[in-house]
């Protein structure tokens, strides 16, 4: 065991329910024995991708903002677990802009090579994870040895906090991370 972890917290809200479930998992992958650290996006300064493919010839991005050091965090783990609010069933849109601005990983010696998901949704129906897995699926497929390993939907709980009623997932994130 012994891998680093690195989870990515998406959820700009306080105490937001993929937030939990991102702490379930940390748990799990701490109590596994393994290094954990938590990145939230909250208060960070994240912009746009340009697309401007710099990063491909340099391996840093051309923008100066905080996803430097979240890119060089992402590089060096054994295992990035993403949290993400459902939106419009979809990743948030700051998950999405930090993926995008990720590139530069693309042509780097990156260690990861499990990749989780826990997601958290007001909608209660299954499917309503489906957006931001396939969208997670389109990211790891530029990355030939990556591989998405597990998924958790959390569904049903819309306001902060809400997924703490929701043990059964809460447990599955706290299982997930325990299996690394």
């Known amino acids: 065991m012994n891998k680093k972890v690195l989870i990515i917290s998406t959820s700009l809200r306080q105490n937001s329910n993929s937030e939990l479930l991102a702490r379930q998992f940390a ?31 340099t391996g840093r991005c051309a923008i100066q903002d905080d996803m430097e050091t979240i890119t060089e965090k992402m590089r060096e783990a054994e295992v990035i677990c993403f949290a993400t609010p459902v939106y419009y069933y979809e990743m948030s849109g700051q998950m999405k802009t930090m993926l995008d601005r990720a590139n530069a990983l693309f042509a780097a010696d990156y260690a990861f090579r499990d990749i989780y998901l826990v997601t958290a949704s007001a909608e209660a129906e299954y499917s ?3 957006g931001p897995i396939h969208g997670l699926e389109g990211w790891i497929a530029c990355f030939e040895k990556a591989r998405l390993a597990g998924v958790v939907r959390g569904g049903g709980a819309g306001d902060p906090g809400e997924m703490e009623g929701l043990t059964g997932m809460l447990d599955e994130a706290y299982e997930m991370g325990k299996a690394i």
Do not use: H, P
């Open 27 to 57: 748990r799990g992958a701490e109590e596994a024995g393994n290094r954990v650290e938590t990145v939230s996006l909250r208060g960070k300064n994240i912009r746009f991708c340009m697309g401007c493919l710099a990063c491909q010839k």
């Open 128 to 130: 309503a994870a489906d």
